[in-house]
């Protein structure tokens, strides 16, 4: 008889201090001077993700460095970690985009099941899920988002122009605080997914 080993989920991988090591070895032998290499790498691509409006570019670009250590510590053999990290941000940026795009389509169908009268359980389960957790937040913070990313173009940036004079806050506050909220939602949302479908 077979037995079935208990199905965990995967750890996410974190930076130990070996692999950070072997990271600055691989920008260069002297460690003083690998270390400003690795300041300025990180430097390069926290304004990389800057400039393409992503949401937390300091922990965007942690995440690619990360993913370069990883690499290395794997075996892998990188002669130009510099060239390599702006590969992987690039494909990190691709898949910061891709979940944009998830969570824009599951906000509008949330405003779609707002108006109709559909049962939450015949909704996709995200947006079910995304109901659930918009309900726990402050009604002040619900209307934030839900109408932050309501509209396409003009009408979007006239919805936050409305929220900046609605709370009396600058515009890069109302962002940040979207950014915050939108963060909050979404692990609220994977978790209450991971839930449904034990």
């Not at 077979?2 to 950070?20: C, G, H, I, K, Y």
């Not at 494909?91 to 985009?97: A, D, Q």
């Not at 173009?153 to 709370?167: A, P, S, V, Y």
Request: net charge positive; charged share 35%; aromatic share 8%.
């Amino acid at each position: 008889m077979e037995v079935t080993q208990p199905q965990f989920p995967a750890r996410r991988w974190a930076l130990t201090q070996d692999a950070f090591d072997m990271l600055l070895a691989a920008f260069d032998a002297d460690r003083e001077s690998a270390g400003k290499k690795y300041l300025e790498l990180r430097s390069h691509l926290v304004r990389l993700f800057e400039w393409r409006g992503c949401p937390l570019p300091e922990d965007h670009a942690d995440e690619t460095v990360n993913r370069v250590a990883r690499k290395l510590s794997e075996g892998e053999m990188i002669r130009e970690p510099a060239q390599y990290a702006v590969g992987v941000a690039r494909m990190l940026l691709l898949e910061i985009r891709k979940e944009q795009m998830k969570q824009q389509s599951a906000f509008g169908e949330l405003a779609k099941a707002e108006v109709a009268t559909y049962e939450f359980e015949e909704l996709d389960p995200r947006v079910a899920c995304l109901e659930r957790c918009l309900k726990t937040l402050s009604p002040e913070n619900r209307e934030l988002i839900l109408h932050y990313y309501q509209g396409e173009k003009g009408e979007k940036i006239e919805n936050r122009k409305r929220l900046t004079d609605r709370f009396k806050i600058p515009v890069n506050t109302l962002r940040m605080r979207a950014l915050r909220l939108r963060e909050t939602l979404l692990e609220c949302v994977e978790n209450c997914v991971r839930k449904k479908s034990v």
